[in-house]
């Protein structure tokens, strides 16, 4: 059982940066791959980026592409999402998400382990 805890959320002004981190216990050689989503209020939970543990291997949403950077360190079993020019339409609740490879961990409804979440919250 894989267990996921977010953190570095927060209250930023647009423009701002934040780094969100995801650490990871209780893995297994078949969880390969992290993913962040996010979802907002009254929205949907979207699909923001992912990277595979052993090559370090990334896909964005097209709409997250230029602003937000997604890294690992296998020494600490975390996943970071670097978020920069940081927009009010970012504010949203960010998930953390594995599984076993990208596919999985790029859609919500085939994620098997999820964080807790960690608002972001971006002021005008």
């Known amino acids: 059982q894989v267990q996921l805890v977010e953190s570095g959320g927060g209250l930023v002004q647009a423009g701002g940066s934040l780094r969100l981190s995801c650490a990871a216990s209780?893995?297994?050689?078949?969880?390969?791959?992290v993913g962040w989503f996010r979802q907002a209020p009254g929205k949907e939970r979207e699909f923001v980026a992912a990277?595979?543990?052993?090559?370090?291997?990334?896909y964005y949403a097209d709409s997250m592409k230029g602003r937000f950077t997604i890294s690992r360190d296998n020494a600490k079993n975390t996943v970071y999402l670097q978020m920069n020019s940081l927009k009010p339409e970012d504010t949203a609740v960010y998930y953390c998400?594995?599984?076993?490879?990208?596919?999985?961990?790029?859609?919500?409804?085939?994620?098997?382990?999820w964080g807790q979440g960690t608002p972001v919250t971006v002021a005008a």
């Open positions: 990277i595979t543990w052993a090559l370090g291997n990334t």
């Open positions: 998400a594995a599984g076993s490879n990208t596919v999985v961990v790029r859609k919500k409804d085939t994620v098997p382990y």
């Open positions: 209780g893995r297994t050689f078949t969880d390969n791959a």
